[in-house]
């Protein structure tokens, strides 16, 4: 797995192969995995590209493996001890620093060098509509044991990554994700929801 996809979430086959494993649902709703990526997959192809469904739910594990797979993270570990919890309002990853690659928690600089490796870190990830077919996912803050981890040792410590990694753009707190003109990206208790947006009297989306 990349640095810089485990970086930003502490801050994304062909459909007929991928149906079988979507039927199946997620054991593990929270957790990322290698099997999210193609359930996840195929939600988005099944709504966005093939309109065969109108609406589909990607639950929080299966939408954040989804989007390291588009950073190129490769596999996901199986002893990767983070959590996604998804609400209306953001998207919290959360874990341990100790369940963390050792290289990821060298990026973390400050944060792995302050505290015990046992201590709770929980990245803060909005959504916004950034354009016409872009939405963007922003790492708005960490909190570490409960509290917020200050601004200015933060920013400096994403830009650095950003530098890095432009998929993440230079502050490293940014990933923007193409979506259909008419495709809508909302969040719901538990899961993302990707819906297509209704067509007015011309045909073209509202």
Do not use: C, H
């Amino acid at each position: 797995m990349t640095r810089a996809g485990l970086v930003l979430l502490l801050a994304t086959v062909g459909a007929g192969a991928l149906a079988p494993l979507a039927a199946q649902g997620n054991p593990n709703p929270r957790r990322l995995s290698n099997d999210g990526v193609l359930r996840a997959s195929a939600t988005v192809d099944s709504v966005f590209l093939d309109r065969s469904r109108a609406e589909g739910l990607i639950d929080g594990g299966d939408w954040a493996s989804y989007l390291l797979a588009r950073l190129g993270a490769g596999r996901v570990p199986d002893s990767l001890g983070i959590e996604v919890i998804v609400d209306t309002a953001s998207i919290a990853v959360q874990g341990r620093l100790q369940d963390l690659p050792l290289e990821t928690r060298a990026l973390l600089g400050p944060i792995a060098s302050m505290v015990d490796s046992s201590s709770v870190i929980v990245a803060d990830v909005v959504l916004q509509r950034t354009g016409r077919e872009v939405v963007r996912f922003w790492l708005r803050g960490i909190k570490l044991n409960g509290f917020a981890f200050p601004e200015f040792l933060l920013a400096p410590m994403m830009a650095s990554v950003g530098r890095q990694y432009p998929a993440l753009t230079k502050t490293g707190r940014d990933l923007y994700v193409q979506v259909p003109a008419d495709g809508v990206v909302t969040l719901s208790p538990g899961a993302v929801r990707l819906t297509t947006a209704p067509a007015d009297s011309t045909g073209r989306p509202r």
